[in-house]
């Protein structure tokens, strides 16, 4: 405090100047302001005459004289070494042993006591000064600290006493000082003033929050004339601190010489709302506010959520706009951000329809799809109207945004924005019309402030969203372009094309034409799928065909029959892109060719002008074959006129096809031979009977079933001659319950075929083939020490190649024989 004539003892005394027992001793004397001290004698020594005023208020008042009129300096000035030289030397021992004893410990506040006083001599001359001094604060510790500091002082008094004491020199001057010193100072070890507290013990972070808190209680809690005066008179909360616990008679010091009663007792009340928020906040720590806060302003956030928040804060100086307005909205019950919220994906990611929403909101669809034909904005006003989201100004002043956006990604990466582009669109669209300032040049070359205002609309063109700001792109119309340009790529080209996207804009101002552009070429690849080059050109592939033409043309350079799978594949060759999928899709155009003519019924197509090529059926080239020959033909050899010309058929499919001919012409002679029923054969031909062997018993056909699978080492199957044909249609009726037989007959069967499975018989011609190339595969090994390679052995090399890449998915015993075939090789010492 500054120090005149005029300042009362009761003044100094209030302002920790001076102690009790001079006030005491100043007072009793009659003294009331420091210029009666200066008068009541001629120099301040004699002031050592009033009764109990010792050399102690001496050092208090000699500096406060001093200050107010030099000319009261003493005579002699005394040093550390004079003050420390009167207590003699048996004392001098006594204390700098107690001064030494302070130093066991080497910590930070040690070392600071040791620099502070070299000596003995230094400490004895400052706690034989004013105590106050005692309690000075250090700033550059903490409280904790202070407090140590302060009881290094008390251990010295303490200990020099208790020395003093047991050497029985406890009839002195110098006890009686340390005694008084020590009195005053031990109760005060771990005071602290208001005052103090806030200007040494609160972190920035804490000050400038408490600075905030002030201004925002006094703009709503004090009257006019009170928030002035304070504004005026304490515009700091600092200046408040310090009367936290003083009556209101002392708030007149923010006055001097005025009443203002009135205006006081208001401040006063105030003040003690004021210290009840620093008293919740003061002790914290920057974190320990910035959650406090976060925990008061967004309830909705967890403590992770906080936690980055803050981070956020800490790293870019603002809090993630977003992450907070998407976390808000998420848990809003206001009726309008529900809606919002569940239509648009926010709440959950999952887009709703309008009869989804009016079930979960109890609503009729009609009154649901009022509210949201009109515009929902956010009802948290002080989320969106902040200050913050100026921070955005970037992204916010761009006519467009899109998922490409590097501002967005940036910002998605930044703010942890873990939901998709289409709700961040809706979010920007939640923001309403906000003004924005941007920075230009004039032609001066200056830089000038401009501000905008948005407005912001969310398009979807199929997964596709973008965010258009509406006052920088007021004519632009998506759908209308996506329609037109939709419309010029559907339209037929006989070549590659290149389309202009500017086509698709129609008419449009040409500021804003530019954008437009990169706008549509973003949804014309993204959206639309459409291949865009850099240049805003949509590229059109030829998409008009003649199909039947280069079916024929295909047919044509293949010069044999091919099918429609052969021909589909030739044709998605030439043409990759075309829309067909499918082999079935190109039929109807082989029909349409008049020189393209099916054979058969095999699905397989050639062209007119082939010789040697028959286009009729298979029964049909039967029926020719056996009317050109004279007796009944052989199966095989029927199998080997036909395979020429039908490559894909095999001796059974001859057989069922001559059996089930509508026509009623082949007849079928026994051990495989075959005629036409138009024809006269010799009595020799005895005609096959079919029920013959169904008249066998069960115990023969399992008998002959055994044998053979003991014989060949495998099931019998379909296509190898009618012997085996017909005890695999056997196997096949008995297992799928065509026949019926006897429950014991079941068992028999079951039993033997559980016997056949352990030994992993292979039971169809897949199974078998499979087992005979992994011996093939075994006697390659044995019989060249080597793996077939691509060059040596293609055939077992690719077949290996393929076994291994669908080893997972085989589910039958083609898994088993390729376990073993592996097991073998490694067993040999090669690598698969």
């Known amino acids: 405090m500054r120090i005149y004539l005029d300042t009362t003892i009761q003044e100094l005394f209030d302002g920790k100047q001076i102690s009790a027992r001079t006030y005491n001793c100043l007072r009793y004397a009659g003294m009331v302001t420091l210029e009666d001290v200066q008068n009541y004698?001629?120099?301040?020594?004699?002031?050592?005459?009033?009764?109990?005023?010792?050399?102690?208020?001496?050092?208090?008042?000699?500096?406060?004289?001093?200050?107010?009129?030099?000319?009261?300096?003493?005579?002699?000035?005394?040093?550390?070494?004079?003050?420390?030289?009167?207590?003699?030397?048996t004392i001098g021992e006594m204390l700098s042993e107690a001064y030494e004893a302070l130093f066991v410990e080497d910590n930070d506040v040690t070392r600071f006591f040791k620099a502070c006083y070299p000596s003995v001599k230094e400490l004895h001359s400052m706690v034989m000064g004013n105590e106050n001094n005692l309690l000075e604060i250090h700033g550059e510790f903490s409280m904790a600290e202070n407090v140590e500091i302060r009881r290094m002082y008390a251990r010295y008094l303490e200990d020099a006493m208790n020395r003093m004491l047991d050497g029985q020199r406890a009839d002195n001057d110098t006890y009686s000082e340390y005694k008084s010193t020590f009195t005053e100072l031990q109760p005060r070890l771990e005071e602290f003033s208001y005052r103090d507290k806030a200007e040494f013990f609160i972190t920035a972070g804490v000050r400038e929050?408490?600075?905030?808190?002030?201004?925002?209680?006094?703009?709503?809690?004090?009257?006019?004339?009170?928030?002035?005066?304070?504004?005026?008179?304490?515009?700091?909360?600092?200046?408040?601190?310090?009367?936290?616990?003083?009556?209101?008679?002392?708030?007149?010091?923010l006055c001097p010489g005025q009443s203002m009663m009135k205006t006081l007792t208001e401040v006063f009340n105030f003040n003690k709302l004021l210290k009840e928020e620093f008293d919740r906040y003061w002790q914290m720590s920057d974190d320990e506010v910035q959650s406090a806060l976060l925990k008061r302003d967004y309830p909705y956030l967890s403590s992770v959520e906080r936690r980055f928040v803050m981070e956020h804060g800490r790293d870019c100086g603002v809090?993630?706009?977003?992450?907070?307005?998407?976390?808000?909205?998420?848990?809003?019950?206001?009726?309008?951000?529900?809606?919002?919220?569940?239509?648009?994906?926010?709440?959950?990611?999952?887009?709703?329809?309008?009869?989804?929403?009016?079930?979960?909101?109890?609503?009729?669809?009609?009154?649901?799809?009022?509210?949201?034909?009109?515009?929902?904005?956010?009802?948290?006003?002080?989320?969106?109207?902040?200050?913050?989201?100026?921070?955005?100004?970037?992204?916010?002043?761009?006519?467009?945004?899109?998922?490409?956006?590097?501002?967005y990604k940036q910002l998605k990466e930044r703010e942890h924005l873990n939901f998709d582009f289409r709700v961040f669109a809706r979010l920007m669209q939640l923001l309403g019309e906000r003004d924005f300032e941007v920075a230009v040049r004039n032609q001066s070359g200056e830089t000038e402030l401009l501000r905008f205002s948005n407005q912001y609309e969310t398009e979807i063109v199929g997964d596709v969203a973008v965010v258009i700001n509406r006052k920088?792109?007021?004519?632009?119309?998506?759908?209308?372009?996506?329609?037109?340009?939709?419309?010029?790529?559907?339209?037929?080209?006989?070549?590659?094309?290149?389309?202009?996207?500017?086509?698709?804009?129609?008419?449009?101002?040409?500021?804003?034409?530019?954008?437009?552009?990169?706008?549509?070429?973003?949804?014309?690849?993204e959206g639309l799928e459409l291949e865009v080059d850099d240049e805003g050109r949509v590229l059109v592939q030829k998409n008009h065909i003649d199909v039947a033409e280069d079916l024929y043309t295909i047919l044509a350079r293949k010069g044999e029959p091919m099918s429609v799978d052969e021909l589909f594949v030739a044709f998605k060759e030439m043409y990759p892109d075309h829309k067909y999928t499918e082999s079935a899709q190109i039929r109807s155009w082989l029909f349409r060719h008049p020189n393209i003519k099916p054979i058969g019924n095999t699905s397989r197509y050639g062209l007119d002008s082939w010789e040697n090529?028959?286009?009729?059926?298979?029964?049909?080239?039967?029926?020719?074959?056996?009317?050109?020959?004279?007796?009944?033909?052989?199966?095989?050899?029927?199998?080997?006129?036909?395979?020429?010309?039908?490559?894909?058929?095999?001796?059974?499919?001859?057989?069922?096809?001559?059996?089930?001919?509508?026509?009623?012409?082949?007849?079928?002679?026994?051990?495989?031979f075959y005629g036409l029923k138009s024809k006269s054969y010799d009595a020799k031909w005895i005609e096959y009977d079919a029920t013959a062997r169904q008249r066998q018993s069960f115990e023969e056909r399992l008998a002959d079933f055994c044998a053979f699978v003991e014989s060949y080492n495998r099931y019998p199957v379909?296509?190898?001659?009618?012997?085996?044909?017909?005890?695999?249609?056997?196997?096949?009726?008995?297992?799928?319950?065509?026949?019926?037989?006897?429950?014991?007959?079941?068992?028999?069967?079951?039993?033997?075929?559980?016997?056949?499975?352990?030994d992993f018989i292979p039971r169809n011609g897949t199974e078998n083939e499979f087992r005979n190339n992994c011996q093939r595969y075994k006697d390659y090994i044995n019989s060249h020490y080597a793996l077939p390679s691509v060059s040596a052995e293609p055939e077992l090399y690719s077949w290996m190649v393929r076994s291994k890449a669908n080893y997972n998915s085989f589910v039958d015993h083609r898994r088993k024989y390729l376990t073993d075939l592996f097991n073998y090789i490694l067993s040999l010492g090669f690598s698969i």
């Open 613 to 672: 090529v028959f286009f009729g059926t298979i029964r049909d080239l039967l029926a020719k074959l056996l009317e050109e020959s004279d007796e009944p033909m052989h199966i095989e050899q029927l199998f080997e006129a036909v395979v020429e010309h039908y490559p894909n058929t095999k001796p059974q499919s001859l057989e069922w096809s001559m059996g089930d001919d509508t026509l009623g012409r082949f007849v079928h002679f026994n051990d495989g």
């Open 41 to 89: 004698a001629e120099s301040p020594e004699e002031l050592l005459k009033l009764k109990n005023f010792g050399r102690k208020s001496y050092t208090e008042i000699v500096p406060l004289l001093r200050e107010v009129n030099p000319e009261n300096a003493p005579q002699k000035s005394e040093t550390p070494e004079d003050v420390f030289a009167m207590v003699g030397d």
């Open 472 to 525: 920088m792109m007021p004519s632009v119309k998506i759908r209308d372009c996506v329609d037109s340009l939709q419309a010029m790529v559907s339209s037929r080209y006989t070549n590659d094309t290149r389309i202009e996207v500017e086509a698709s804009l129609n008419t449009m101002p040409t500021e804003e034409k530019a954008e437009a552009v990169k706008l549509m070429s973003y949804i014309a690849r």
């Open 319 to 407: 809090h993630p706009m977003f992450f907070l307005l998407y976390n808000y909205m998420r848990i809003s019950e206001v009726r309008n951000n529900k809606i919002f919220s569940l239509l648009y994906g926010i709440f959950d990611g999952k887009e709703r329809t309008l009869n989804e929403l009016a079930e979960v909101m109890g609503l009729t669809r009609e009154r649901i799809r009022q509210i949201t034909s009109k515009k929902l904005e956010v009802h948290d006003t002080e989320l969106i109207m902040t200050d913050a989201w100026k921070s955005y100004d970037e992204l916010l002043a761009m006519p467009f945004v899109t998922a490409e956006s590097v501002e």
């Open 209 to 253: 929050y408490l600075q905030s808190v002030y201004e925002r209680m006094r703009e709503k809690q004090l009257s006019v004339r009170a928030k002035n005066f304070v504004e005026h008179a304490a515009p700091r909360f600092e200046d408040l601190a310090q009367y936290f616990d003083s009556p209101l008679l002392d708030y007149r010091k």
């Open 718 to 758: 379909s296509g190898n001659g009618e012997g085996e044909a017909s005890l695999y249609r056997w196997l096949y009726n008995v297992q799928n319950e065509v026949y019926e037989i006897k429950e014991e007959y079941k068992v028999m069967l079951t039993e033997t075929l559980a016997r056949y499975e352990q």
